[in-house]
């Protein structure tokens, strides 16, 4: 019997969303699935085509990226998740994919502005494109640096991962969480979209302006604030 | 016996396009449907996957936008909806959708002006871009405000809702409707198609020309005019 | 027995086609199929969904758009597709879309220019763009004078409708042709996409130059000249 | 008993990729794979649809573009194929599509440049487009002379085969190559999307930076070097 039996089709199952939802080619994504209980996360295996894979092919790791049950190489971008985890005890599962607008505005090197309420319903700012790493971290331990550019990132701008799921790096392409795996893959679709509707704004009107305050902040609090009243509340 | 069974049907089945035409990612939008004779519409209940959506989830719902029947929480628009229904007495059912061309349009403040006969067979309007609500709108009773923003700009354009089907609300996305649920889901990828037609043709030619006056009617007025030939008269 | 059932199986089907290439939002379009020896056309009626149409709903019409055979009402397009079929006797069936990036090109009233091969392998010249019609035409016999704004333009610019058969018109959108209606269908579908790859390269690069004249009649002479090597002959 | 039934196959599975991927419309593209122990290699027919294609159909070449085996014609663009396996003897299969957003850059007459990892993972290269033949090569023998463009682009560049499995040719479109028809088929799809994300990027930002050099190499050596990490070593 695997111990590790439920997060392994949690985090198979997440895993094949990312085709389902248009958001990969090939094996170009990642997602994984953390057991705070036991301090491990499973993770796609590298360079598995989609519809090969198969739960019992999900590598157990945990928080420093060693290997605790599994019998094929991790994702390449294991210790970027590995990192996550460990520092952000509040997330539960990590999608990494290169969907097309979400990569266009990272090598575009530029925030995604807050355009309108598609966008403020799932978080209250610009999504942020972290600065491409520096040469020492790209030549260090990349993949770690990748997780420590990502958390500068937020410390810098002062942004709680918990009120913004999703980041950019720039000349790479987007990570997202959440406090499970399927709500991670959910904010990948959503920062797609909204990366696409944002491209598509600029195309029509270079001049708009970005969503004000007033209605930003109100469909934000409608579906996260502490009166929200969107969805059924469970 | 459910008295509202025939209602709910009709909004399910209607709310059930909207993924097929791919106008919704997830559950970023709704539909409803009224019953006149008995001065209440049904709605689809917020938050809830299209793929998990039963008819009996519909939530029966009067002008006031109280809940008559439903265990569920209605759409979070469900006020925008019941003040149309309200103001306008001819229309049968409405959408509300955050489909990527029409939003990106309500992202760029603008009108869609009208390019051509695609456009013209629908409306031989613009399709109009409402303003933005003001702060103490949004501040105040929000989606409720948003109807009476919509009803505000037909007022001030001259639009008949009977020649206008359609709407863009600045940094949020269009609203349609229709002489019932079903017409309002069709105008809504009506609408869509539109958007991406006139983007595209702004790319290609910034400076060419709206429709002359001539085609714009003569194409409203073989569908819609007391002559019409399109269609097969029923 | 029905005599025109080989005809309107060949309407039909190519009809059929149009939503499954991608073609058609909900009616818009329509194909028809001539029988030379019984100087007749089928064609699809008008406002019928295609996933409600059937063989015998298509409607059988002279070369003078008088119904022959049938019970519902043709495409209100139908005295377009008959002076065609009056003045070109060597076409065998025409479409008639209003397919998205065709219809952008249309609208921005421009010929598509000859970027490349694509677009040689099917005519060596650029796609006309015939202009929007008088307001005398429109108020006049409108589709009988689109008919005759395809002709003119054809003999205005000297092109052969066996070199060329495809045509946009201004503000409207496309009409193609071909020696039977799976022909016209077929080149509907490779208008679509080169209009598609002309917006783009524009896009990429506006100075872009057409393609050489070397390059353009090679092509086109190696699928359409006399000794043409591409296909398997039949 | 067909000698050639495996390469066949393998030519047919290869073939039948390209419309799943979305890389085709009708017939635009050939997939070929060699038998370096035969010296031949498997081609598709011209001008045959791909629901239409059997393992049959294949027509077995020589390097010198002659056929060995088969009764169907091959693609008009086989002496291409012909001459890069007898100049490349390291290369096992040939992909020529007309993608959408390759012919794009095509048409548009430039190199791809590296904006992202995505990229990077592949080749560190840009994309190289090679300039369209002279009248000379064009009114010659063109299809061979089409590989004699793509090699003298290559070593004018520098370029490896190896490192480098794609390119485009001016106002006509992409060819890609790999170790097997199947690589060669992957290389085409990955081509397409690198095409559509540089494509969106410039569009958002015209004045971005190339990946710059240490980050350019980190991808392309993780998943390539000698100490590459992707994938599970097979």
């Known amino acids: 019997m695997d111990p590790y039996k439920t997060l392994r089709e949690e985090t198979y199952e997440a895993n094949c969303q990312l085709p389902r939802l248009g958001l990969v080619l090939f094996t170009f994504g990642n997602v994984s699935a953390v057991d705070r209980d036991r301090a491990v996360f499973g993770i796609k295996p590298s360079g598995v085509p989609y519809e090969n894979l ?56 530029l925030d995604i502005p807050i355009f309108g309420t598609t966008h403020a319903d799932h978080t209250h700012q610009p999504i942020p494109c972290a600065s491409v790493l520096t040469d020492a971290m790209i030549e260090g331990d990349y993949e770690h640096e990748t997780g420590h550019q990502i958390m500068n990132c937020f410390q810098d701008k002062g942004l709680s991962n918990q ?72």
Chains 1, 2, 3, 4 share one sequence.
């Open 54 to 109: 198969h739960p019992q092919d999900i590598v157990i790791m945990d928080y420093d990226a060693r290997v605790v049950d599994g019998t094929m190489r991790p994702s390449s971008d294991t210790k970027t998740h590995a990192l996550l985890y460990k520092s952000w005890e509040n997330i539960g599962g990590i999608t990494h994919t290169h969907s097309t607008y979400a990569v266009a505005w990272a090598q575009a090197g």
């Open 163 to 234: 009120e913004m799921e999703m980041i950019l790096l720039q000349n790479h392409g987007p990570f997202t969480w959440g406090k499970d795996a399927a709500k991670s893959v959910y904010n990948a679709a959503v920062l797609e979209e909204i990366a696409r509707m944002a491209f598509l704004t600029l195309q029509i009107n270079p001049n708009t302006h970005p969503l004000k305050d007033s209605l930003r902040l109100k469909h934000y609090e409608r579906k996260h604030g502490k009166n929200a009243y969107y969805g059924q509340g469970c």
